[in-house]
């Protein structure tokens, strides 16, 4: 049964990975509509051909990975299942340690072990690519001391998360999702608000902006918005990538403006002011708190999925899988799995979400600055940096982006002032 199982688990994979493969490289959808050729939005305008060439194939390449690597991860776990690994590092747990933190922190350490290591291949390609399309500076050392902390972060989180969820199936197999819902909203509270001062120091040095003529242009901006905020940040990129970013971070006291130094570098005082505006939209509009809001309900519902569909697999095929019962540490993978499998198929709708929100905050952000000049040009300069595709295909669009691509926010400032192309060359006459 368990060989069946895999056979016919294998074949899916592989008929989605072809499907996916065709829809990707050979669709031909993404296009730029008639209509915006030869506008601003047209990255024929602002990109020459050799990085057009580059970001088409760049694109294709990344999206293909993404709708490729999550499948794959429920592959391994289901595999890890059914070749008994999950019962062999079970038993270890056991023999080793009485109480279950301490099975847990055993268990967990060797299936995080193995998941690094089975896909380290697949991780090292895309830093690869990312090099060779000239998007990632970092080093290889680098770039591996930020995987070992991501493994280490990971096993901590996973460590607490895990022996509090196993924890309460133990007791009560019929609510443990209820009460781990009712934790998560305290925990997951506490991490945002750690995070700024803890966790992201992990993988960059951040420091006060140097350049004070700004941080009080920015400052200003923020006291117009009415946002409290007392310094800006800046976190060394330049060491690691070519993209640029900004963005705003943490909750209460901990709460911070951070730019990256590709930005400060490569973007004009009026353009970080526009991105600056656009993170204070979110913060105005309270876009953190409708987050938290939907985070809080999807979770509720997700883990309520979670435990109807782990209690009929593991009652029809817990003996394929070598899972006893519900509480036993063996069917982590199984959890991560469901979990995992429920993120992606609700990310159309967080997506969504988000991308509306995103949209929010472009629009506050020219009703700010009032500088569509800027925020065009920023969007422009976003797209070379990153290699963005500014027209997805549907799919990509749906389960990717998080933000507008970057053809509808060109599009949303030009339909706006469509003299936007003329003052531009006037800006550019007036700087020579």
């Known amino acids: ?37 030869g506008t601003v939005a047209d990255p024929a305008v602002f990109m020459s051909p050799h990085e057009l ?23 391994i776990y289901a595999f890890i299942l059914l070749l ?19 099975q847990t922190i055993i268990y967990v350490f060797w299936l995080s072990l193995l998941m690094y290591i089975v896909l380290w291949p697949l991780e090292y390609y895309k830093y690869y690519l990312s090099k060779d399309y ?16 991501d493994l280490g972060v990971n096993y901590v989180m996973s460590i607490v998360v895990m022996s509090v969820i196993y924890g309460l199936m133990k007791k009560s197999e019929k609510k443990w999702w209820f009460y781990t819902w009712l934790l998560s909203i305290p925990f997951s509270i506490f991490v945002m ?14 420091y006060p902006l140097q350049n004070k003529e700004l941080e009080a242009k920015i400052l200003a901006l923020a006291d117009q918005a009415k946002i409290p905020s007392d310094h800006v940040y800046e976190v060394n990129m330049a060491e690691k990538t070519n993209a640029l970013n900004a963005y705003v971070t943490g909750i209460g006291s901990n709460s911070r403006i951070v730019l990256w130094d590709t930005t400060l570098n490569r973007l ?28 809080i309900l999807l979770t509720f519902i997700g883990l309520w999925l979670t435990s109807k569909i782990m209690r009929w697999i593991i009652t029809r095929y817990g003996q394929v899988l070598k899972i006893k019962k519900l509480g036993d540490i063996g069917s982590i993978p199984l959890f991560l799995l469901i979990t995992s499998f429920l993120l992606f198929a609700a990310s159309p709708l967080t997506n969504y979400f988000s991308r509306y929100q995103e949209s929010r905050a472009d629009q506050y952000a020219i009703k700010l600055t009032g500088d569509h000049a800027a925020a065009v040009s920023s969007f422009q300069k976003l797209t070379k940096a990153g290699l963005s595709e500014v ?31 003329q003052e531009k060359k006037e800006e550019r006459k007036r700087k020579n």
Request: proline fraction near 6%; aromatic fraction near 16%.
């Open 1 to 37: 049964m368990a060989k069946k199982i895999g056979i016919i688990t294998l074949m899916l994979f592989g008929v989605y990975a072809v499907g996916m493969y065709f829809y990707i490289f050979h669709s031909g959808s993404g296009d730029i509509p008639e209509v915006l050729k």
């Open 268 to 295: 004009t005082d009026k353009e970080i002011l526009f991105i600056m505006a656009h993170e204070m939209g979110h913060y105005v509009e309270k876009h953190i708190y409708f987050g938290m809001a939907g985070y």
């Open 84 to 102: 008994g690994i999950s019962r062999l590092f079970e038993k270890k747990a056991t023999l080793r340690a009485k109480t279950t933190l301490f």
């Open 53 to 75: 060439l580059l970001s088409e194939d760049f694109s294709k390449i990344r999206n293909f990975l993404f709708f490729v690597a999550t499948p794959l991860e429920w592959l």
């Open 193 to 206: 608000f750690v995070q700024p001062v803890i966790i992201d120091p992990l993988y960059n040095d951040f």
């Open 134 to 149: 000239g998007i990632s500076t970092q080093t290889f050392p680098s770039w591996m001391r930020d995987g070992l902390v």
């Open 391 to 421: 027209n997805p295909p549907i799919l990509v669009k749906w389960f990717r982006y998080t933000h507008p691509p970057m053809l509808e926010r060109i599009y949303s400032v030009y339909k706006d002032n469509p003299n936007i192309e």
